[in-house]
């Protein structure tokens, strides 16, 4: 069975600093993809930012990029030039594909990002 | 992307009554989602909702404490049944489209 471990509950940063919020998973599949999401104070879920298994770069929007190791099952998200509005609960999840059009998505327990002004 | 909406976005309920949280999406989808969200912890999947046929419940869910209508490709209802306190939480209904999932805002229930 996949699994997900964010091991930081909890990280604060500075405004304009960068933060590192680690997560790692474990499956025997091949085929697959990552996300993280933040779920603002507002508990609106947004997706961050998406990796495809299959791709050896790692995925980048604007301040947001990952370190994916697929090797180590490792896919970090690094948050660079930290605003407030960052401050979030952020969720890295594993999909995999089931065929037909289906999915299954399994999520970290989340890591609780706070920036500091 | 999808937009999506939930309605109530919360509600206090009384012990041994039942809630419908509806959920409208503003495109045709296959899979909708249904999860649930204790105070400060990760998501946990309930049941997957295909429309035309039954749900799909995660282990540790019923469908007698949880049935689960799908009309059509842009609507679904969770029906949150016989409630107690335990059923405190937010209840969220999410798509999957194009290989990445959407949420709604979320409803938030609390059972006195």
């Known amino acids: 069975a996949q699994t997900v471990t964010q091991s930081q509950p909890e990280m604060s940063v500075q405004e304009a600093e960068t933060v590192t919020l680690s997560c790692t998973y474990d499956t025997s599949e091949n085929n697959y993809y990552l996300f993280w999401y933040k779920q603002p104070p507002s508990r609106q879920m947004i997706l961050v930012i998406r990796?495809?298994?299959?791709?050896?770069q790692n995925a980048t929007e604007n301040r947001f990029s990952v370190n994916f190791q697929k090797a180590a099952k490792s896919f970090s998200l690094k948050i660079s030039d930290s605003q407030l509005g960052d401050t979030a609960m952020y969720f890295c999840a594993f999909m995999k594909p089931l065929g037909s059009g289906t999915y299954k998505y399994i999520f970290g327990t989340g890591t609780r990002l706070k920036v500091l002004a | 992307s999808a937009v999506i909406s939930q309605k109530p976005s919360r509600d206090i309920c009384q012990r041994g009554t039942s809630l419908t949280i509806q959920c409208q999406v503003d495109s045709q989808v296959t899979m909708m989602f249904w999860y649930r969200q204790q105070p400060g912890q990760s998501l946990t999947l309930i049941a997957t909702?295909?429309?035309?046929?039954?749900?799909?419940?995660e282990s540790g869910f019923v469908i007698d404490k949880f049935p689960i209508s799908r009309p059509n490709l842009t609507f679904s209802t969770l029906t949150v049944s016989n409630m107690s306190p335990e059923d405190s939480s937010i209840y969220l209904c999410?798509?999957?489209?194009?290989?990445?999932?959407?949420f709604g805002p979320g409803t938030r229930l609390t059972v006195l």
């Open positions: 990796q495809e298994a299959y791709k050896q």
């Open positions: 909702a295909n429309q035309g046929s039954e749900a799909t419940y």
């Open positions: 999410s798509v999957g489209g194009g290989d990445t999932q959407y």
